[in-house]
């Protein structure tokens, strides 16, 4: 039976900070539910907001963390594995920025930082289980992303390699994630070497079409590829799980296009806006989903590079909860209908 998706929820990644009342799970979800948000997605690697390795153990601990959520009025739409999922798989040439994601005891030391991404992400899986949530967001990681523009040409093999040693680094992971009844939604994002629908299904390939690795899909990573982002949600659909209503725009110039001239967020051709401000067709997307039966959270995702984050924050949740369609139970055409009487129904056919 059709139903209709649930929200509006709130990334709290882009919002937690050190000043009150961003700087705590309970304050961050009463200021949320404040302004109009049901849920909020948490990220697990802010310690101010969660702690991951006890809420993979303690159901008392995770008990509690709902209960905090549930006296300010918002549910838990999905823990968030992004920057451990990230560190699952670094190409070296990211090594001294990916360190900043992990903790100081696996600085510099690419072994112990990855072995420390993937306790994570396991650990990711239980807490989720324990939270009673059956889906988790995250990114893949990546090994082949600098070689994305075939010039000098790639060695042949060098892509079917990466997405080998990304799939074998990925399978035991999602292997956990199914012990404990939790889809993978990954973000689908350049700088992954996931970033449009033909990468999905190479990884797809390399997990052997694990039933755990799923979407967590968001369209404004795929209007500034000009990426149909609609066919998109027509090819995928049983595989979208999680849901990010971010905002973009493009603005190709004389000067600049899909790669944007390595100029500022500011300064792209591409680049994120709050909802409404950009160009996605959102009401194409929750058409799209609607039709689909997608039934999980439509969360926003903040990341403007002109907005105040409070301002977008404030205008998101009426914005998605404008574009959520209440699935309608009956056909418009419902009032014409008669009873089935099968000689009439052969009369009406000359049989």
């Known amino acids: 039976m059709p139903t209709t998706m649930k929200g509006p929820g709130l990334f709290l990644a882009q919002f937690a900070g050190d000043a009150a009342p961003f700087n705590s799970l309970a304050s961050i979800t009463k200021w949320a539910a404040g302004l109009g948000y049901k849920g909020v997605q948490i990220p697990t690697w802010d310690a101010r907001l969660f702690d991951l390795k006890k809420a993979a153990s303690s159901k008392g601990y995770c008990d509690e963390v709902k209960g905090i959520c549930t006296d300010a009025g918002v549910e838990i739409t999905e823990l968030s594995t992004h920057l451990q999922g990230q560190l699952v798989a670094v190409h070296p040439a990211y090594d001294a920025q990916m360190d900043g994601f992990a903790p100081p005891s696996v600085h510099n030391n690419p072994k112990a930082r990855q072995e420390w991404a993937v306790e994570q992400m396991k650990f990711g899986a239980k807490a989720s289980r324990n939270l009673g949530l059956n889906v988790s967001v995250s990114f893949t990681g990546s090994l082949a992303f600098p070689y994305l523009y075939p010039f000098p040409q790639r060695p042949a093999g060098l892509i079917e390699e990466a997405f080998g040693e990304l799939g074998k680094r990925w399978k035991p992971i999602l292997d956990a994630y199914e012990d404990n009844g939790v889809d993978v939604g990954y973000e689908i994002h350049p700088s992954e070497d996931v ?37 998109f949600i027509d090819i995928y659909h049983e595989r979208i799980k999680a849901f990010h209503v971010k905002d973009a725009e493009f603005n190709p110039t004389g000067r600049q296009g899909v790669y944007s001239g390595y100029q500022s967020w500011t300064n792209r051709a591409g680049r994120f806006r709050s909802l409404g401000d950009g160009q996605v067709d959102f009401g194409g997307i929750f058409s799209k989903l609607t039709q689909y039966n997608y039934d999980s959270w439509a969360v926003l995702e903040w990341e403007c590079c002109l907005k105040h984050p409070e ?41």
């Open 311 to 351: 301002d977008g924050a404030a205008e998101g949740a009426p914005f998605i909860q404008h574009h959520i369609i209440r699935v309608t139970e009956k056909a418009f055409d419902d009032f014409a209908a008669g009873t089935t009487d099968k000689k009439l129904l052969r009369a009406m056919m000359g049989i």
């Open 195 to 231: 970033f449009d629908g033909a990468t999905f299904e190479i990884f797809l390939d390399a997990v052997g079409g694990h039933k755990r690795c799923n979407i967590n899909y968001d369209p404004s990573h795929f209007l500034l590829q000009q990426l149909d982002y609609l066919e």
